[in-house]
């Protein structure tokens, strides 16, 4: 069955630090999102693509958080420089367009000391 | 704005218990409803979902009814097991972004 690359599984970095996390979803899969899960919160959207196009980034904090989708397939979040308030588990899910069910990875946890 | 309010764990039950974890929800449009997964360590795994008011979604024992007139979609299971142990979320969304609560930790023990 297929499923959602994410890689780092897990990263701990120095505050200031720039960090990157990379999403694969599934093969065929135009919509792509991340989220970003707060301990004991539910996920969050930072942002969403469809192919190559940001459709949503209304709650991606610009000053320190970047997304790109270059080619429409995979993915890369950065966080430069990152804050102890960054420390989260970071999600990536993927879906069909046009459909509504959205598939998740097995997510980043970043900790920022 | 729309928003997803579930009720607070953890939820201690014994195997065998039935289960019933709340939900409820303010939209302003006619959004389809889930319910997530999430077992330690991992990401979120969709358990089951409902299109339109009276749906009633299921999976693995697990079901939940989209109730419009109470805005309300909670998550029943008849006899849990200690494999169900994990933290469930309830969300809303369609075509864009999904909308979570806060997530209800369920804890079965033998």
């Known amino acids: 069955e297929a499923e959602v690359a994410q890689s780092p599984r897990y990263k701990i970095t120095e505050k200031s630090q720039a960090v990157a996390f990379w999403c694969d979803p599934i093969?065929?899969?135009?919509?792509l999102y991340w989220y970003r899960q707060i301990l004991g919160q539910g996920p969050e959207l930072l942002v969403q693509f469809q192919d190559e196009s940001v459709v949503d980034d209304s709650q991606l904090p610009k000053d320190r958080f970047s997304a790109e989708r270059l080619k429409g397939v995979d993915s890369t979040l950065k966080i430069q420089p990152a804050e102890l308030g960054d420390s989260a588990m970071y999600l990536c899910?993927?879906?069909?367009?046009?459909?509504?069910?959205?598939?998740f990875g097995p997510g980043t946890r970043l900790l920022v000391l | 704005g729309d928003s997803v309010t579930q009720m607070e764990g953890p939820v201690t039950l014994s195997e065998e218990a039935f289960l019933t974890i709340n939900c409820t929800y303010t939209a302003t449009g006619y959004p389809s409803l889930f319910w997530y997964v999430q077992y330690p360590g991992e990401g979120l795994q969709l358990l089951l979902k409902?299109?339109?008011?009276?749906d009633k979604g299921s999976n693995k024992g697990f079901e939940a009814t989209y109730r419009k007139e109470t805005t309300s979609f909670h998550l029943e299971k008849g006899s849990v097991q200690v494999s169900d142990s994990a933290v469930y979320f309830c969300?809303?969304?369609?075509?864009?972004?999904?909308?979570f609560g806060a997530g209800t930790r369920l804890a079965v023990h033998p």
């Open positions: 899910a993927s879906k069909v367009a046009g459909e509504e069910t959205q598939y």
């Open positions: 409902a299109t339109k008011a009276d």
């Open positions: 969300a809303l969304g369609g075509y864009n972004k999904l909308i």
């Open positions: 093969s065929g899969h135009a919509t």
